[in-house]
């Protein structure tokens, strides 16, 4: 019979139980049954498995699947459409076995890195492209079925759910929940009729690296680009273009689902945006023709688009509308955090600031230094805007870029004076030795209610399992705001009395909490271990009053690599990155103004570790990245001594630097 008269039979007998009340569960669900089996197999025939071998371990801190997978095949001459995700492991050699059992060596032609997807050809002919169900015909409601060629069988494994939301991840994707994991990450996502409605692929909406989405497997969270997209773009692909997600070059202040109206307010220099004309401020009205009232009106639009697409933007500035075109990007030019040269003084919250920003320390060959502002200076306005504390200086100076000049006005001596300053880029440099907060002691509080101070122990709350150990110096004022440096042990060793001894006189000075969590394996830190860190992250921030822009993650050896893995994935929660004796094993996210990252290297001058300490910070100087290094004199590849500790620790008290 063929694919369509097994349907039609098929959809009689659904009919038949819609309008006969006698017929009882069992009879309802053994035809239900019996259409997700027909879907299935009228979808198998274009569905492949495909093999991977050698590659990366981890990739992102996540270790990679090994396992076989799904392709669904998109044209009769070899061609096979797969999640991107089969392939972060960089294999040596690709594999696809074809629904006749015929194995194959495939190459990658093409990426989709908009929406996750890899076009694979295999040298084979006769093959049977995967039929597309029409967007049109897609609701939310509808049976999904998610299929996957995984195991020797010659069926497809499937699991069963429904549409649960379309125009998904800013209009790139369907969502379901069936249940979609690496084993049929590639598959298709098909209806009643056999039909595919998209190809599974895991996507989060707030990312775009390899492996985002991937920690919403099996969890009812699902996702599929739309086959007829897929389809739409597969001309593009065949010839060996990479589609790449298109970018504005624009930040809004909320990037939230809820977020209010679409004003903008960071334009990228040299972006798109940028020399289309838009500027901090200006409110888009329309995007295509279409009117926008909310930012996530305006990334819907835009989300569908790739680099190299022309955008057509209506915006508003100073009550009048103006028109503009653009040409989205595929990348921008690396954001370099502009700066200023001070570190602020920091008060207690007792006292919140109102008089301006006063200046604890200016570093030495400074915009600051070389515009003559001084210690104790206090900053009341920027271009003539005043401010009335850090946060708001922060906050003007990062709408700005390295070069620009601005008029600072200041109290001195509770005299007015102006000055004129051209900002430089952000450094991370080790600032010799500088005054300490002046932080009182607090009066002990009666009762035990006064949080821990000094060395102590302790597990997070359902987790006895896995412990850390924790230093808070003893004068601990919560009135104050304190740094947090996360030390990371390597494999096999705590090192935690050696790094306390290091570490104990740096954090009483400079007002650091220092906490160590220990792995869950002597074998090193495994990547269920990140979900451990940033939740001690978070605990410790609840029991103390922990600066937010000085949290900085500090390892050794080994544990870099997680030390990378939890700050790239946790942008929003450290500000900084200290190694010794380590190199970055892989690239970090891009510079971002929202979250700015600084990196210290600490490595001996006889380590072989130091060529690609050094490689590596050449690597993030050029994407703009503020990075410092130090190389201690006779020092092989060991932890160094109190000596070297102390400029570790001033770099974190050092991280708010403005």
Known sequence: MSRSGRFAGL????????????????????????????????????????????????????????GPTTGVVVGEEGWIITSSFNFASKPASIVVTTPDGHRYPAVVTASDEARMLTLLKIDASGLAPMVAAPREEIRVGQWAIALGRTFEQPFPNISVGIVSAVGRIWG??????????????????????????????PLDPQKSDETAGIQWYDSGIGFAIPMEDIYAVLGRLQPGEDLKLGRMGVAFKDLGPTAGEPVIDRVRPGSPAFEAGLRPGD??????????????????ILGRKYAGDAVALAFVRDDVESATQLTLAATLEAYEAPL???????????????????VRFVLPNSPAAQAGIERRDIITALGG????????????IGHLRPGDSADLTLLRSGEPLTLPVTLGGMTAEVLDDFPSDSRPACQPADGDDSPKTGRWVGTLDGDDERSYWAYVPADY????????????????????????????????????????PKTSQP???????????????????????????????????????????VAFEKRDMFRGVSLVGAALRSPPPENHPEFPLQFHFTCGDKDPALEAVEKTAEALRELKFPVSVTSVPDLGH????????????????ALDRI
């Open 523 to 565: 074998s090193g830190w495994r990547p269920d271990d990140a979900d451990f860190v940033t939740d001690l992250v978070g605990h410790i921030k609840d029991q103390y009053t922990i600066d937010p822009l000085r949290i900085a993650v500090h390892a050794f050896g080994d544990a870099a690599r997680m030390a990378a893995a």
């Open 477 to 516: 004022n919560p009135d104050f705001s304190y740094g947090l440096a996360v030390w990371l042990h390597p494999a096999g060793d705590t090192m935690e009395a050696d790094v306390l001894k290091a570490w104990q006189a740096a954090c009483d000075r400079r007002g650091i909490v220092l906490v160590g």
């Open 11 to 66: 959809l009689l007998g659904l009919l038949f139980v819609s309008v006969s009340p006698l017929l009882g569960d069992e009879r309802l669900e053994a035809l239900e049954e019996q259409a997700f089996r027909e879907a299935a197999a009228l979808a198998e025939p274009s569905i492949v498995r495909i093999e991977t071998v050698g590659g990366l371990d981890f990739v992102g801190g996540l270790l990679t699947p090994t």
């Open 172 to 201: 790139r994707a369907i969502q379901t929940d069936a249940k979609t994991s690496p084993t049929n990450y590639g598959g298709p996502l098909v209806d009643v009729r056999g039909r595919a409605m998209g190809v599974l692929v």
């Open 340 to 358: 200023l040269g001070i570190l602020p003084k920091r008060l207690s919250l007792a006292e919140p600031a109102s008089g301006g920003v006063e």
């Open 385 to 396: 805007e005043p401010v009335a504390a850090a946060g708001e200086l922060r906050e003007k």
């Open 283 to 300: 409110r888009i009205t329309q995007v295509d023709g279409k009117p926008v009232t909310r930012v996530p009106h305006v990334r819907h």
């Open 638 to 653: 060991e932890y160094p001594s109190a000596d070297v500790i102390g400029p570790i620790a001033r770099w974190v008290d």
